[in-house]
């Protein structure tokens, strides 16, 4: 019984897939965080982008000489 105990604890095979499981999770978390922080970003510059457009087809923007 002790050999049998002893043999699971020196048993570390299933400790690579414990670690590519936390190594995948933590990178699907940077993706999400980098996605939801570009996208904010983005959504700003564009928004910005298209009123300076409205502004100019509408002539009342004024250009420099």
Excluded: W
């Amino acid at each position: 019984m002790m050999k049998l105990l002893r043999s699971i604890k020196l048993d570390t095979s299933g400790a690579s897939a414990a670690e590519y499981a936390l190594i995948v999770a933590v990178m699907g978390g940077l993706v999400v965080a980098g996605a939801l922080a570009f996208g904010t970003s983005l959504s700003t510059s564009m928004s910005s982008n298209g009123t300076a457009l409205t502004t100019e087809a509408d002539g009342s923007f004024k250009a420099a000489p």
